[in-house]
């Protein structure tokens, strides 16, 4: 049998933590070395010997969490989101000085939500107006999501590519927040609701016609699969990967 890879999880009694660590425990590849909250030391992580750190904590705590991991030689898969551009940068300048560590920030493990987004950025050159609804349990502390923002980026992108004008939007008169939030010039909407999980609508509109490009996640088991993906190949993909579609081939 090959050997099995080191897994830690930081922020494992939290709902995605907690599925994670049932998620490498059933992988026969996979050993968890680590299972850490809150009030853990993080040199239990060099203890343990893990090869790959997964971190799915709090937008506050990220960073500091896998700076650590690479400062000592682990590879990290970041689910956490507030990684906004200027913390990416500046772990991007620490993975220079670390060059053969991986890190993974996938704003979204859900394979269906990572193609949404891709075909929402694809869809988005074709029409006139664009605008993003995302929709989450009430307990989430961060808005809008962190897909949302990183479907926001790669639709502006892409309607920028294609020398589009920003959607049209005739508002002179709004109670604040009625537009919603934007970003890269994308209009943003965030619902809270209890019952939720996590899920997104992009809608695409043209004169007479509109696209609903939407993806649900029911049960957080949805996200495993992208979480193991990543665990397995983040040693094979050293530097910083902003996006789960980064290890995907989505360009045929
Ligand atoms: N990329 C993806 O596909 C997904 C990403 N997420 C993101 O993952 C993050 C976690 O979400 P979720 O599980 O719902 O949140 P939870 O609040 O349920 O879990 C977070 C956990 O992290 C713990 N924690 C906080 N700080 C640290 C730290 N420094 N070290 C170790 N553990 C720590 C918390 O402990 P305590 O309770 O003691 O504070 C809590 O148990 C969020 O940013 C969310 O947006 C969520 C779902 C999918
Ligand atoms: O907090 C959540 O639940 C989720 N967070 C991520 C995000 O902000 O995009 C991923 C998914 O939407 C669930």
């Given at each position: ?6 897994v830690?999880?930081l922020?494992?009694?939290g709902?995605?933590?907690a599925e994670a660590v049932k ?8 050993k968890l070395?680590a299972a850490?909250?809150r ?7 060099v203890?343990?010997g893990?090869d790959?750190?997964v ?8 960073e500091?969490n896998v700076?650590f991991?690479?400062?000592?030689g682990?590879h ?9 551009q200027?913390k990416r940068r500046s772990?991007a300048a620490l993975l220079e000085?670390?060059p053969?560590i991986?890190?993974?920030?996938a704003?979204?493990?859900?394979l269906?939500?990572?193609?949404a987004?891709a075909?929402a ?6 029409f006139?107006?664009?605008e993003?609804?995302?929709l989450h349990h009430?307990d989430?502390v ?6 949302a923002?990183?479907t926001?980026q790669l639709?502006a ?6 020398g589009?004008p920003a959607?049209?939007?005739?508002t ?5 927040g ?6 890269d010039g ?6 809270r ?5 996590a899920?997104?609508?992009?809608l ?6 509109q ?6 996640s029911?049960?957080r088991?949805s996200?495993?699969?992208g ?6 190949q983040?040693a094979s993909?050293p ?5 789960l579609d ?6 045929d």
């Amino acid at each position: 049998m090959t050997e099995q890879l080191a897994v830690a999880v930081l922020g494992a009694g939290g709902r995605m933590g907690a599925e994670a660590v049932k998620a490498v425990e059933a992988a026969e590849d996979l050993k968890l070395v680590a299972a850490l909250g809150r009030s853990d030391s993080l040199e239990a992580l060099v203890e343990a010997g893990a090869d790959v750190v997964v971190d799915l904590t709090t937008p506050d705590s990220t960073e500091q969490n896998v700076r650590f991991a690479v400062e000592h030689g682990m590879h990290a898969v970041v689910g956490t989101t507030g990684w906004d551009q200027g913390k990416r940068r500046s772990l991007a300048a620490l993975l220079e000085d670390n060059p053969q560590i991986g890190v993974l920030i996938a704003p979204n493990f859900a394979l269906g939500s990572v193609l949404a987004s891709a075909f929402a950025a694809k869809a988005s050159r074709y029409f006139e107006s664009v605008e993003i609804v995302e929709l989450h349990h009430p307990d989430k502390v961060d808005a809008p999501s962190g897909t949302a923002v990183r479907t926001a980026q790669l639709v502006a992108a892409a309607r920028a590519e294609a020398g589009l004008p920003a959607s049209p939007d005739a508002t002179t008169k709004s109670l604040e927040g009625a537009r919603g939030a934007d970003v890269d010039g994308v209009k943003v909407h965030s619902v809270r609701l209890r019952g939720l999980v996590a899920h997104q609508e992009v809608l695409l509109g043209g004169p007479g016609e509109q696209l609903t490009i939407r993806h649900d996640s029911y049960d957080r088991a949805s996200f495993m699969p992208g979480v193991l993906l990543g665990v397995r190949q983040v040693a094979s993909h050293p530097g910083l990967t902003y996006g789960l579609d980064g290890y995907l081939d989505l360009n045929d």
